[in-house]
């Protein structure tokens, strides 16, 4: 099984930012895919960020230039760096993994489409005007 923890939600003004950390334990593999989604209330979960073991990343449209996703595999910890937070990026953040056999460098789809396995249980960033 596998652990997903996430930490680093807080309450920040408008223009500030916040660092999410998500430490992984358990059985987890060297090649996998990982993200981070939010949701806020009354609204669906949306994706923002996508690492694969290979170092690819993709954002949300809303989100590149000021969020910046990252892993340490040797501490098992992915990271969102949040920038200029606006209003609209208020909600629970939730990083999830998908861990597939092979090697770290062979090529993982990661994006919204993937059917992540293992979610966190979710930190809380409020941003206020």
């Known amino acids: 099984q596998v652990q997903l923890v996430e930490s680093g939600g807080g309450s920040v003004q408008a223009g500030g930012s916040l660092r999410l950390s998500c430490a992984a334990s358990g059985y987890t593999k060297s090649r996998y895919c990982m993200g981070w989604f939010r949701q806020a209330p009354g609204k669906e979960r949306e994706q923002v960020a996508f690492?694969?073991?290979?170092?690819?990343?993709n954002y949300r449209d809303s989100v590149k230039g000021r969020f910046t996703i990252s892993q340490d595999n040797a501490k098992k910890t992915l990271y969102l760096q949040m920038n200029s937070l606006k209003p609209e990026d208020a909600g629970m953040y939730y990083c999830?993994?998908?861990?597939?056999?092979?090697?770290?460098?062979?090529?993982?789809?990661?994006?919204?489409?993937?059917?992540?396995?293992?979610w966190g249980q979710g930190t809380q960033v409020t941003v206020s005007s």
């Open positions: 999830a993994a998908k861990y597939i056999n092979g090697w770290p460098w062979e090529s993982v789809t990661c994006n919204a489409a993937t059917e992540f396995g293992y």
């Open positions: 690492i694969n073991s290979a170092g690819s990343t």
